[in-house]
């Protein structure tokens, strides 16, 4: 199971750094310098400056037609570099890292992940993002939608990590940042050191990229944890892992199509009737009925571990509420704009032109 992270613009590069640090194969993509430099893990071979000749490396405020722009122009060099990374062993899946609400991630990220589809027909090409704050204003939540909405045609799934949960902890906002950073590449992390591994009943990469491709919606990575001599019921523990706060996105995971479950832990917590019990539970709840699964008994482990794929899902409040709201300002925008044109047009209207009022000087005819 080969993965290769490309993380766009500031959060996405951030997110990409920590895969780094763990020691996934990654890539950084800015259009603002500095916040390449910034960077701590990914070798700087690796980091990519785009739009230079548009920004001169300052990054473009926002404005995700800049970021789209500036990923358009420097695609070539992109996917050189990309190609090089890649080499002759296939990559089954890019995960593309980056912030729903600013300019590079957002106007970028779309260009990159069709252009990827095209050159790389049979890997996965996973978006994981992180949708605005409500108090970040109507930029983001604007830029957070319109990218939705292109993503959900060219991505196999879009994996939505919304940043409003991070106000329910106390911690200010870039530790609050830090901490869900964090937990997005752990998630993505346990799960991917599950697939391809021996065990009882295992999860494969086709296993995987089954569940992924899902034809541009939603999905979510859950996941509990707990010390194996506190685990009174497994089915519990299995349950938690894909409720709400397990999740980081309001989502109905009942809408989900399809669903995968890795277990790891010691053998005897890891009992057959508790599992399946778990597991046909989920299976009946989801739409879709299709849930894959591996265990993974494990005598020198003193936890379980539960990691849980939900994908497919297409009811989501997080993403409802950002497209509701971007869609209700758009319109009013919109009337706005034709409003303002009309007041200009009536207004202007009747004005003569200079030679209606000045006679032609000597001279100027000839
Ligand atoms: N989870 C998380 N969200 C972040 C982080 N940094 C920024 N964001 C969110 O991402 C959005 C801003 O995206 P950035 O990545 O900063 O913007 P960018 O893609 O670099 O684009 P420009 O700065 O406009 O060039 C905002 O909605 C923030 O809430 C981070 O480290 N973690
Ligand atoms: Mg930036």
Do not use: W
Request: proline letters at 4%; one cysteine or more; hydrophobic letters at 40%.
């Amino acid at each position: 199971m080969r993965a290769l992270i490309i993380g766009i613009g500031q959060c996405g590069t951030k997110i990409a750094d920590i895969f780094s640090l763990v020691d996934f194969e990654s890539l950084a993509i800015n259009t603002s310098r500095g916040d390449l430099d910034y960077l701590k893990h990914i070798p700087p071979e690796r980091r990519i400056l785009i739009g230079e000749s548009l920004t001169g490396g300052k990054g473009v405020n926002a404005n995700p037609v800049l970021g789209r722009e500036a990923m358009k122009r420097d695609l070539p060099m992109v996917m050189k570099k990309i190609s090089s990374i890649v080499g002759y062993e296939d990559v089954d899946i890019f995960f593309l890292t980056f912030g729903f609400g600013g300019g590079t991630g957002a106007g970028g990220t779309p260009v990159l992940a069709e252009a990827l589809k095209e050159e790389y027909p049979d890997s996965l090409v996973v978006a994981i993002g992180a949708l605005p704050l409500k108090e970040e204003g109507i930029r983001p939540t604007i830029n957070a939608a319109i990218t939705i909405d292109k993503l959900s045609k060219v991505a196999d799934s879009i994996i939505a990590i919304d940043n409003n949960k991070l106000k329910e902890g106390d911690l200010d906002i870039s530790q609050a940042y830090e901490r869900i950073n964090y937990t997005i590449v752990e998630r993505i992390a346990s799960l991917l050191a599950l697939i391809d591994v021996p065990g009882e009943q295992t999860l494969d990469a086709s296993d995987l990229k089954f569940v992924l491709k899902a034809f541009g919606s939603f999905a979510t990575v859950g996941y509990a944890k707990a010390r194996a001599d506190q685990v009174k019921s497994l089915s519990r523990l299995i349950t938690r892992s894909f409720e709400s706060e397990g999740l980081y996105l309001e989502a109905n995971v009942e809408s989900a199509l399809y669903g995968l479950v890795a277990i790891h832990g010691p053998p005897e917590v890891l009992k057959a009737r508790d599992i399946f019990e778990a597991l046909d539970e989920l299976t009946g709840r989801i739409k879709g009925k299709q849930i894959f699964r591996g265990f993974y008994p494990d005598p020198r482990e003193r936890d379980v571990e539960v990691v849980t794929l939900l994908s497919g899902i297409y009811e989501s409040k997080s993403i409802e509420d950002i497209i509701i709201t971007a869609k209700r300002y758009a319109k009013s925008f919109m009337k706005a704009k034709a409003e303002a044109e009309e007041k200009k047009k009536t207004l202007l209207n009747g004005l003569p032109d200079f030679d209606d009022i000045y006679p032609t000087e000597e001279g100027i005819d000839g």
